[in-house]
């Protein structure tokens, strides 16, 4: 099983951009799914982006489009999510998250509970 670690996150003023990164130890990195979710404070950790095995698929939040982009490197072994425009709403704790398998449905991969292995969270605080 992978394990995974995110950093990237940092304090940033409204309209400026950050790129996580999302790290995965092992060699079967490509047999995980990854998805972004985030967690602002007080409230529940919600789907941001998820990307299929070898990058060739992606789904985003309504939220989310048009703003962040999910890509990967297997080569790596890593994901990124590359937010432009912050907000301050954006303000939250974001997390990645694996899914071992081998069908690929982006629509079905936004809950919590499809993914098996989850990161520490990298902190990203948007200034007004």
């Known amino acids: 099983q992978v394990q995974l670690t995110e950093s990237g996150g940092g304090l940033v003023q409204a309209g400026g951009s950050l790129r996580l990164s999302c790290a995965a130890s092992g060699r079967t990195f490509s047999e995980y799914a990854v998805g972004w979710f985030r967690q602002p404070p007080g409230k529940e950790r919600d789907f941001v982006a998820s990307i299929s095995y070898r990058g060739g698929s992606s789904h985003y939040a309504d939220s989310a489009e048009g703003r962040f982009t999910i890509s990967r490197d297997n080569a790596k072994n890593t994901v990124y999510l590359q937010i432009n425009g912050l907000k301050p709403e954006d303000t939250a704790t974001y997390y990645c998250?694996?899914?071992?398998?081998?069908?690929?449905?982006?629509?079905?991969?936004?809950?919590?509970?499809?993914?098996?292995?989850w990161g520490q969270g990298t902190q990203v605080t948007v200034s007004s």
């Open positions: 998250a694996a899914a071992r398998g081998t069908w690929y449905h982006g629509p079905s991969m936004t809950g919590p509970g499809k993914y098996d292995v």
